[in-house]
C-alpha cells in the first residue's frame, strides 16, 4: 500500500525521485514499472503496472457505445506513460504530464493505497486547505470505517 506524503524535487528533465518505501512496493510488485497518467484533480496518478493492467482491462469490458467510457479512455489511457524507475530510484516524467498537473521543482509524492498521486507543492498544500475547509462530508465516511 502506498500512504504518506513526501516532499520530493524534481530536476530540470523532468526526473523525480521516488520515496524509497514506494521504490520497495515498486520493485517487489511491479519490477519497476509504472503507468502515469493525469488526473481530473490536476495532478499525475502513477499506477503501478500490474494494477494499471486491471483498469485498462476493466475499462476494455465496458461498452464502447458508452459516451463516458470513450471520454475516460481518451482521458486516461490517451495519457498514461509507462515508467521505469532508474537506478537512482527516479522516473522521468514527460513534458505534456508536467505542464497538465502544473509541476515545478518542488513536488509531493502522496500515497492513495493502490496508487500514488504526484502533485505541485503549492497545488498540494491548496488541496489540503479545501479538504479542511470540507470536512463535513469526510466525516460520514470516517464514522462508516469506524474512526
Given amino acids: 500500500m502506498f500512504r504518506g506524503a513526501f516532499e520530493h524535487t524534481m530536476d530540470e528533465k523532468g526526473r523525480l525521485s521516488i520515496p524509497s518505501r514506494y521504490r520497495e512496493l515498486l520493485e ?8 502515469v497518467t493525469v488526473d481530473p484533480d490536476r495532478c499525475l496518478a ?9 483498469i485498462e482491462s476493466r475499462l476494455g469490458e465496458m461498452s464502447m457505445l458508452r459516451r463516458e ?8 489511457v490517451g495519457n498514461a506513460v509507462e515508467c521505469e524507475l532508474d537506478r537512482q530510484g527516479r522516473i522521468l516524467l514527460p513534458q ?16 492513495q493505497i493502490k496508487k500514488f ?13 479545501q479538504c479542511l475547509d470540507s ?6 465516511v470516517l464514522a462508516e470505517l469506524g474512526l
Avoid: C, K
Wanted: proline share 3%; hydrophobic share 40%.
Fill in 117 to 129: 498521486e504526484i502533485w505541485d507543492q503549492e497545488q498540494w498544500s491548496q488541496q489540503q486547505q
Fill in 46 to 54: 502513477a499506477y503501478p503496472f500490474p494494477e494499471w493492467e486491471s
Fill in 96 to 111: 505534456t504530464l508536467r505542464s497538465f498537473a502544473g509541476l515545478q521543482r518542488e513536488v509531493v509524492v502522496a500515497g
Fill in 28 to 35: 517487489a510488485n511491479s519490477h519497476g514499472q509504472v503507468v
Fill in 135 to 140: 470536512m463535513e462530508g469526510a466525516m460520514e
Fill in 69 to 76: 467510457v470513450r471520454q475516460l479512455e481518451r482521458f486516461l
